[in-house]
């Protein structure tokens, strides 16, 4: 390149960072990984979709906020019977959606009708499920009547799953999502980018931000080009995190290190031989060296796991020792498995970059005990109908599971796992229906122990949110109890 040709082009880029520092500071620009393939979260299970709607467009009768608990959002307060068997909603009066339609028990009614029905497509229908009746005495007021205590019932009910809709519109969410959060759907420019504005006719404190763009660069090195040259905001898990210490040492930008529900594991298919071998499965887990997964995929910045529950809670029970790194013990479990010179099989990854950084480095590792990979890398969509959904066709897998409290989840029969535990599904049974803390906490130990003794998956590491702000941008999550960019209190400052 000319000199000249040089200059020109960092005159090019200063002036796009100059551009972007000199716009309105009501507006933000966020880098998301992957585009979701639709914006209805109560009809789809991809995380995408909650990160750009999840409280800033759709909301709940309650949401979860920064700490992980339950708030008041559409219903302004509640009471639960002692049996646990009964919550009584007070609804916000003149809340509308962005459309002007009204907010009353009756669209409670119709949304959770729509998630628990027979048709229902919700991806987790399962938390409706033990509602037995709903009463709508007057428009302000809704009883939910369950068949038997369910603990987690209100924590479930501020999901994105639980998200209200209005019946003339719940059909068209998928494109054109109407809710009644304070940012309204403005438009979706397909491979590109979803904008958000701000929705003047909402119901409670209007948000500081006028307009939310979310652009979509599943690239780590577009993600830190855009960083550099202004083009976006933030970035809330940057995908290139060896290079974080560029924007720690420059004085325009953030980097936020938090924690997320999110458990990173090399999930096995139960359905496939020789992994129904639970000694195939403990030589998987004995042949992974965890602490370099953590290191080389996400800089480490995660926390090495050793079974499905978020470290950061009271109830995590630390049971890495159970499948410590010990290439021997690995090699003598498959000898005794009838595996002595290991196996073929297919290593399908998402194209999240922790994904695909964690599977070259344990396709390496595998190798080291003969169990050799043909690493594949799928797209969203695909991964979700080919993987996560029947037929299940996979025999390994690398995700982050980032629903909170989702470690019932492994007593699904229909689960893309495929675990069948007898013992397993009855603490699971035990632990939804106790509203007793002490014996809750008691199960969720004991589910952690039988996972982790199953060698269930291969747990890798708590996967972090390592955020990088611009400066100037206060508000923004630290962790992420939810799988959400809730932007409702961020501002520039």
Avoid: C
Avoid at 187 to 211: F, H, I, M, S, T
Avoid at 245 to 269: C, S, Y
């Amino acid at each position: 390149m000319s000199i000249r040709r040089f200059v020109m082009a960092a005159l090019i880029a200063v002036a796009a960072f100059a551009t972007a520092e000199a716009q309105p500071r009501d507006r933000l620009v966020v880098a998301n990984p992957v585009e979701p393939p639709h914006l209805d979260p109560t009809t789809h299970v991809a995380g995408s979709i909650r990160e750009v709607v999840y409280a800033n467009l759709f909301e709940g009768l309650v949401l979860i906020d920064r700490d992980g608990a339950p708030y008041a959002a559409l219903a302004e307060s509640w009471t639960v019977a002692p049996d646990g068997l009964t919550y009584t909603f007070r609804l916000r009066r003149g809340v509308k959606f962005h459309d002007g339609t009204d907010f009353d028990s009756a669209v409670v009614r119709f949304t959770l009708d729509r998630a628990r029905g027979p048709d229902s497509v919700n991806a987790n229908k399962r938390i409706f499920e033990p509602i037995a009746a709903i009463e709508t005495p007057d428009a302000a007021t809704v009883i939910l009547r369950l068949s038997r205590p369910v603990g987690s019932f209100l924590y479930d009910l501020g999901s994105a799953d639980a998200a209200m809709v209005a019946p003339n519109s719940a059909a068209t969410n998928n494109a054109r999502p109407i809710g009644t959060g304070p940012f309204m759907f403005r438009e979706w420019v397909r491979g590109d980018r979803v904008e958000l504005v701000r929705n003047p006719n909402y119901w409670g404190r209007a948000p500081a931000l006028a307009a939310v763009t979310f652009r979509f660069m599943s690239d780590a090195q577009a993600q830190v080009a855009a960083l550099r040259t202004g083009a976006v905001d933030v970035v809330p898990n940057l995908g290139a995190a060896e290079l974080l210490d560029e924007f720690r040492n420059n004085p325009n930008f953030q980097v936020v290190v938090g924690a997320t529900e999110g458990e990173a594991i090399l999930a096995m298919n139960h359905r496939r031989a020789p992994l129904s071998d639970v000694r195939v499965r403990r030589a998987i887990a004995h042949a992974i060296d965890r602490q370099a997964v953590n290191e080389g995929a996400v800089a480490g910045n995660g926390r090495p796991i050793g079974t499905h529950y978020p470290p950061h809670y009271r109830d995590y029970v630390d049971l890495t020792q159970l499948s410590r790194y010990d290439v021997a013990r690995a090699r003598a479990l498959l000898r005794e498995a009838g595996q002595p010179n290991g196996f073929q099989a297919r290593l399908i990854v998402p194209p999240f970059p922790y994904a695909r950084r964690s599977g070259e480095i344990i396709q390496a590792m595998l190798a080291e005990v003969g169990i050799r990979t043909e690493i594949l890398v799928y797209q969203g969509p695909q991964w979700l109908s080919q993987v996560f959904r029947a037929p299940y066709d996979y025999e390994f897998t690398i995700i982050a599971h980032t629903e909170p409290f989702d470690f019932p989840n492994y007593a699904r029969e229909d689960w893309y796992i495929g675990y069948a535990n007898p013992a397993y599904r009855e603490v699971i049974a035990q632990w939804m229906r106790t509203n007793d803390a002490a014996e809750r906490s008691r199960l969720a130990q004991q589910a952690q122990r039988i996972l982790a003794e199953d060698a269930v998956v291969g747990f890798l590491f708590q996967l972090p949110q390592v955020a990088v702000l611009r400066r100037g941008v206060t508000g923004w999550w630290q962790n992420r109890p939810v799988q959400a960019n809730d932007v409702t209190q961020v501002r520039w400052e």
